[in-house]
């Protein structure tokens, strides 16, 4: 289990940082051909992380405008049969719905990212937190959705920044919120139809992963022991520097989102990876999505 904690970040704040990732997505979104592939994202076309972006803002502001307090699936799938596959396999699906055609356009791309963006910081201004809310995880009201919209949108604009060699930088303590809203997940039961479906195939001989922030943020958590027990994987803040674990990696706060997130392999020379690099990789191929 998980053990919950308030949002590091003042709530208004994560509106302003969900807004400025957004814009930087648009603007980077507007150099790159709609056809280009995306590396992070196998398959995938800029198109289609355009549009499942968009999809992803508009379900969101779907469930805050309602104020639903029962899963409502993105409009994509509502009327899609159950066919087996699991929420990740389908949704993944959807960002290659339509013609490429209709964002061939720059201005049309950024437009398109920019409304839906817009619509969705509305929405969470829109609702209070003494509203119920259905969430996947978490707190059901919007504390869960503020938090889900700025890492949404700040680990594909750092798709968007990858494939087109650009830097990708976060503020440290925003950083450090998205790896903490990404790892918390995977100690949460309720979690568990969201995640990837080869999530399951993890060990559970209590084997421990760590991920370790080279700089810390005042207020919030900046290191992270991942335990695969046998009843199940927990996850724990701030674990101390000297506690042993099976596969320890310490990054910069945005390269850590970016490991934990599979975007980025741990074997650049700006991090560390210590002890069983096997145990590291298999994690990352198999609760990652």
Avoid at 39 to 67: E, K, N, S
Avoid at 109 to 121: P, S, V
Avoid at 141 to 152: G, M, V
Wanted: glycine share 8%.
């Amino acid at each position: 289990m998980t053990t919950r904690t308030r949002p590091a970040l003042a709530l208004p704040r994560y509106t302003s940082e969900f807004r400025r990732e957004a814009a930087r997505l648009a603007n980077a979104a507007r150099g790159i051909p709609p056809a280009e592939p995306v590396p992070t994202c196998p398959g995938w076309t800029l198109a289609d992380l355009v549009r499942h972006v968009r999809q992803g803002h508009d379900w969101a502001t779907t469930i805050l405008t309602r104020r639903s307090t029962e899963f409502l699936p993105p409009s994509d799938l509502s009327d899609a049969p159950e066919d087996g596959r699991s929420w990740t396999e389908r949704v993944a699906e959807l960002g290659a719905r339509g013609a490429a055609g209709d964002l061939a356009d720059p201005g049309r791309r950024a437009r398109f990212l920019a409304e839906g963006a817009h619509r969705l910081a509305e929405a969470l201004d829109g609702v209070g937190t003494d509203v119920p809310l259905w969430a996947p995880h978490g707190r059901q009201n919007k504390e869960f959705w503020l938090r889900w919209a700025l890492y949404e949108t700040a680990v594909h604009r750092a798709d968007v920044a990858l494939a087109a060699g650009l830097p990708f930088e976060m503020d440290t303590d925003v950083a450090l919120d998205c790896v903490d809203f990404c790892l918390s997940a995977f100690g949460e039961p309720a979690a568990r139809p969201f995640l990837s479906p080869r999530f399951a195939e993890v060990p559970r001989g209590g084997e421990t992963l760590s991920f370790r922030s080279s700089r810390a943020a005042p207020g919030g958590p900046g290191a992270w022991l991942i335990t695969c027990a046998a009843e199940g994987v927990r996850v724990g803040r701030d674990a101390p520097a000297g506690d042993p674990a099976h596969a320890t990696v310490i990054a910069t706060p945005s390269d850590l989102l970016l490991v934990v997130k599979g975007r980025l392999r741990p074997r650049s020379p700006r991090m560390t990876v210590l002890g069983d690099r096997a145990l590291l990789d298999f994690w990352l191929s198999h609760a990652v999505s």
